[in-house]
């Protein structure tokens, strides 16, 4: 059974940093490309980040170009997502799974940035 458990949010004022950590259990891990979304208060899951199977490339949405960087460690079957100069927009909770979002989802984890 594939299970994805994020972990890492908090409260934070603007302009700081969180480091979200994924780890992932049940599949082989290297074997998908995975990516970070995000789901703030009324609004739809959105796609954040994404990351190859080996690591060489990484992508990400538009709003966090920049201030977001996307890793993994395959070794430890996780996946990171380091958050640096936070904006309020940025609060949401924040989910990992494979790039094209075909795994269960787990229950994510919240960020929230005062401002």
């Known amino acids: 059974q594939v299970q994805l458990v994020e972990s890492g949010g908090g409260l934070v004022q603007a302009g700081g940093s969180l480091r979200l950590s994924c780890a992932a259990s049940?599949?082989?891990?290297?074997?998908?490309?995975m990516g970070w979304f995000r789901q703030a208060p009324g609004k739809g899951r959105v796609f954040v980040a994404g990351?190859?199977?080996?690591?060489?490339?990484?992508y990400y949405a538009g709003s966090v170009k920049g201030r977001f960087t996307i890793s993994r460690d395959n070794d430890k079957n996780t996946v990171y997502l380091q958050m640096n100069s936070l904006k309020s927009e940025d609060t949401a909770v924040y989910f990992c799974?494979?790039?094209?979002?075909?795994?269960?989802w787990g229950q994510g984890t919240q960020v929230t940035v005062s401002s």
């Open positions: 990351i190859t199977r080996s690591g060489s490339s990484t």
């Open positions: 799974n494979a790039a094209g979002g075909e795994l269960d």
């Open positions: 049940g599949l082989t891990f290297s074997s998908y490309d």
